[in-house]
């Protein structure tokens, strides 16, 4: 009985590096992770050990690197693009190049100082933009954006009732409770010709507004309402998706040590998370 050789990829994963914008008078540093996968069509290499045709992984980051130089002022889909129409480019063997790219925006650090050639950042905890872009030889770009690990707190009000119960379920009923989550926010447009920034911008603005004056009735809930806002916000977007986590945010028990605990202190432990996705879409 014969066998054949089926879908092959390879690529190089985790290429971090900084990109520093310096085509203003203020300047921007962004913390980069790349991902690149190629599928490819060179059999041979994995039938008969036939390099002829493989191009080592060096190729893949040092063209990232590369290009970078060229992208300090770019959005990440924009990036991410002129990366995979490189890859499929450079070499007919490669049939469809996805890209991964994952920013964190540094901060910049206020001083009294004059403008000048060298300023100040702080790479303080926030979410990262994110672009995925898929590019096949014979196809259109397809590109997800959105923002990674936003982590969202409130510290009352929300609300966990009137769930279904069986013989394990342990979990207490809530009327107002402190509310923690980190979520992945990913939109699809409906076509290419996109702002990706602002839309990206509008897009943040649409979930921290909604989450401000939201009052959860359950991570589900919550997630929901954050994906329709973005969808309400951004009319060239034609689908959300939500993922992420329930952080149980529990006040500590400090009654041992004689200390009251008013919703002052609370726990951390992300150890173990409760998921929730939900994908909604434009009708």
């Known amino acids: 009985m014969g066998h054949s050789i089926g879908d092959h990829a390879y ?3 985790g290429i971090e590096f900084l990109l520093v914008d310096r085509s203003g008078p203020q300047q921007r540093v962004r913390r980069f992770r790349a991902d690149v996968r190629l599928l490819m069509d060179h059999p041979e290499v994995y039938r008969d050990g036939d390099n002829t045709r493989l191009r080592p992984v060096s190729s893949i980051s040092n063209a990232v690197l590369a290009f970078g130089a060229r992208h300090t002022a770019s959005e990440p889909e924009a990036y991410a693009l002129a990366l995979a129409e490189h890859f499929l480019a450079e070499a007919r063997c490669v049939r469809t190049a996805d890209v991964h790219l994952t920013a964190s925006e540094f901060t910049p650090l206020p001083s009294d100082r004059p403008p000048s050639a060298a300023q100040h950042f702080s790479a303080l905890a926030r979410h990262q933009d994110h672009a995925h872009l898929t590019l096949s030889r014979h196809g259109e770009p397809v590109v997800r954006s959105g923002l990674l690990n936003m982590e969202l707190f409130a510290t009352g009000g929300a609300t966990f009732t009137g769930f279904a119960r069986n013989a394990y379920t342990t ?19 409906s076509g290419t010709d996109t702002n990706h920034g602002k839309c990206r911008a509008r897009a943040e603005q649409a979930v ?5 004056e939201h009052t959860s009735r359950s991570s589900q809930h919550t997630f929901h309402h954050l994906g329709a806002a973005v969808l309400d916000a951004c009319p060239e977007v034609a689908e959300v998706r939500v993922e992420g986590a329930h952080l149980t945010r529990s006040p500590v028990d400090l009654t041992p040590f004689g200390v009251g605990n008013e919703g002052g202190v609370y726990t951390v432990a992300d150890h173990q998370q409760s998921t929730v996705t ?3 879409h434009r009708t």
């Open 171 to 189: 979990t207490q009923t809530f009327t107002d409770r402190a509310f923690g989550a980190r979520a992945d926010v990913t939109w699809r447009h």
């Open 208 to 212: 921290v507004k909604a989450f401000s």
């Open 278 to 280: 939900v994908n909604i």
């Open 11 to 13: 690529g190089e994963c």
